[in-house]
């Protein structure tokens, strides 16, 4: 992870993916370089929007808050299904590692059983993930 230039961390605001965000900022506080930082929050429709917007703000202060230092630090919604909109999104910003939270991650992604967002991100990002569970 030494070497990774942009993160992203996606997050809802569940125990898990807020614990992602927590992390992310531990790390990020202690690096002697600092990573671009995108904090994203996927609205599933227009309806969630304001919900996904209160979230990221939290996200955003609890980021800010642990890292105890500004740093470039990028917040942002978007809407669509979760796991496509993230893997679009690391490959839009050409980021290199992922922080997610994974209630719904299963061990083997082999499985032909619904594995969950986490699985689904696994099997078609390139780049390190971080996974909290």
Do not use: C
């Not at 370089?33 to 917007?53: G, H, N, Q």
């Not at 679009?88 to 050409?94: A, D, G, H, T, V």
């Amino acid at each position: 992870m030494g070497n990774a230039k942009k993160w992203v961390i996606a997050t809802n605001g569940t125990k898990y993916a807020s614990a992602a965000v927590k992390y992310a900022a531990e790390l990020f506080r202690d690096l002697r370089t600092e990573p671009e930082v995108y904090i994203l929050v996927v609205a599933i429709d227009d309806d969630s929007l304001t919900e996904a917007k209160a979230i990221l703000e939290m996200a955003k202060y609890t980021f800010e808050d642990i890292a105890g230092k500004e740093g470039p630090l990028t917040p942002y919604v978007e809407t669509g299904e979760p796991g496509k909109v993230i893997v679009e999104q690391m490959k839009k910003l050409k980021a290199d590692h992922l922080f997610i939270g994974g209630a719904d991650f299963k061990w083997d992604i082999n499985d032909e059983g619904p594995g969950g967002i986490s699985n689904y991100i696994i099997e078609h990002i390139s780049g390190g993930v971080t996974l909290i569970k």
